[in-house]
C-alpha cells in the first residue's frame, strides 16, 4: 500500500531535483543537462545585482509575515471560539460555512476579488463612504497587502482550524473538571488547560509555517496584480515566473528558486532550534 506513496516522491520530488542544476549553467534545452555549459555562480550574482532585488525581498517579507502575524492565530481563534459553544447544530454550521471557501476555485476568489474591489465593486462603494475615491483598490499598491491577507484568512480560515478541533477534542475532560473544582472558570480554564493543551500542535504548524516564510503563492498575485502595484505586490515567486516562463530564462528563474529554498530552509532550522530550546517541541 505504501509503494505508491514511495513512486510518487521519487519520480516528483527527488528525480526533479536534479534540475537545480540548471542553476549552475546557462541551459539550453537543444543541449540538455549533461550538455549546457556551466556559469558557476552567475545566474546568482545577477539576481542579487538585481535592481529589483531589495524590492522583491521587502515585499515578499512584508506579505508574507503580515499573513502569519494575522492568519496564523486565525484559525485557532475560530478553533477555540467553536470549542466552547454548546449548541452542536450551530457548530457545525459555522463550520460549513468556513469550510467552504477552501473548496472554491482560485480563478474565482481572484474574479470576485476582482469584481468586488473595481470600480462600482460592492467593497469600492462601501469604502468611498469612508473618504476614499472610486479608483479599483487593485490599482493602489498600499491597498495590495491587506486584500490578498484578508481573503486568505476568509479562504483558508475554516479548514485550517480543523487541525486545532481535532487537537481540542484530544484534552482530557477531566483536567477541565478539576479547573473548575478548583474555583477556575472559563477564562482561567483557557489559560491552564485548553492552552496547554494545543500548545505542541501549534508549535508544530509555525515552524511548518516559517519554513515556507518566501513561499508566497504567485498563482493569487499574478491573477491579482498589474505594473501600477508591482511596488507593493511583486514577490520572488511572481518574478521566477516571469523570468523563467515567460522570458525563457530557465537558469536565472531556476537560482532565483534555489535561493528562495535556502532562505526558506533556514527560517526552518532557525525556528525549529528555538522551538526546541523554548518549548521542547520540535520537528528534530
Known amino acids: 500500500?505504501?509503494?505508491?506513496?514511495?513512486?510518487?516522491?521519487?519520480?516528483?520530488?527527488?528525480?526533479?531535483?536534479?534540475?537545480?542544476?540548471t542553476a549552475f549553467q546557462q541551459y539550453d534545452p537543444s543541449l540538455g543537462y549533461f550538455a549546457s555549459p556551466w556559469v558557476g555562480l552567475k545566474n546568482f550574482k545577477d539576481f542579487f545585482n538585481n535592481i529589483y532585488f531589495g524590492r522583491l525581498i521587502?515585499?515578499?517579507?512584508?506579505?508574507?509575515?503580515?499573513?502569519?502575524?494575522?492568519?496564523?492565530?486565525?484559525?485557532?481563534?475560530?478553533?477555540?471560539?467553536?470549542?466552547?459553544?454548546?449548541?452542536?447544530?450551530?457548530?457545525?454550521?459555522?463550520?460549513?460555512?468556513?469550510?467552504?471557501?477552501?473548496?472554491?476555485?482560485?480563478?474565482v476568489l481572484c474574479g470576485m476579488i476582482r469584481s468586488f474591489t473595481g470600480?462600482?465593486?460592492?467593497?469600492?462603494e462601501l469604502m468611498m463612504h469612508f473618504g476614499a475615491s472610486e479608483?479599483?483598490?487593485?490599482?493602489?499598491?498600499?491597498?495590495?497587502?491587506?486584500?490578498?491577507?484578508?481573503?486568505?484568512?476568509?479562504?483558508?480560515?475554516?479548514?485550517?482550524?480543523?487541525?486545532?478541533?481535532?487537537?481540542?477534542?484530544?484534552?482530557?475532560t477531566q483536567l477541565y473538571e478539576a479547573c473548575e473544582i478548583?474555583?477556575?472558570?472559563?477564562?482561567?480554564?483557557?489559560?491552564?488547560?485548553?492552552?496547554?493543551?494545543?500548545?505542541?500542535?501549534?508549535?508544530?504548524?509555525?515552524i511548518l509555517r516559517m519554513g515556507s516564510v518566501l513561499n508566497v503563492g504567485y498563482e493569487k498575485i499574478i491573477l491579482l496584480y498589474n505594473p501600477s502595484i508591482y511596488k507593493t505586490a511583486d514577490v520572488i515567486s511572481t518574478f521566477t515566473y516571469r523570468k523563467g516562463l515567460q522570458e525563457f530564462n530557465w537558469s536565472y528563474g531556476s537560482a532565483v528558486g534555489v535561493?528562495?529554498?535556502?532562505?526558506?530552509?533556514?527560517?526552518?532550522?532557525?525556528?525549529?532550534?528555538?522551538?526546541?530550546?523554548?518549548?521542547?517541541?520540535?520537528?528534530?
Open 182 to 206: 478548583d474555583g477556575g472558570g472559563k477564562f482561567i480554564q483557557l489559560l491552564h488547560v485548553t492552552l496547554p493543551g494545543i500548545i505542541p500542535t501549534i508549535v508544530i504548524m509555525l
Open 58 to 107: 521587502s515585499n515578499t517579507l512584508k506579505i508574507s509575515l503580515t499573513n502569519i502575524l494575522f492568519g496564523f492565530p486565525a484559525p485557532i481563534i475560530l478553533a477555540l471560539m467553536l470549542n466552547e459553544m454548546k449548541n452542536k447544530y450551530f457548530v457545525k454550521t459555522v463550520q460549513t460555512v468556513t469550510y467552504l471557501p477552501h473548496f472554491i476555485s482560485l480563478v
Open 119 to 124: 470600480t462600482g465593486g460592492i467593497i469600492t
Open 1 to 21: 500500500m505504501v509503494l505508491p506513496v514511495i513512486l510518487f516522491y521519487i519520480l516528483f520530488m527527488y528525480l526533479p531535483m536534479y534540475g537545480v542544476t
Open 259 to 284: 535561493f528562495n529554498s535556502v532562505v526558506n530552509i533556514f527560517f526552518l532550522c532557525v525556528t525549529n532550534y528555538i522551538s526546541g530550546k523554548i518549548t521542547e517541541t520540535s520537528l528534530w
Open 135 to 172: 479608483k479599483s483598490l487593485l490599482t493602489k499598491p498600499e491597498c495590495f497587502v491587506p486584500l490578498y491577507v484578508i481573503s486568505d484568512i476568509w479562504q483558508t480560515i475554516g479548514w485550517d482550524s480543523i487541525i486545532y478541533i481535532s487537537a481540542l477534542a484530544g484534552i482530557d
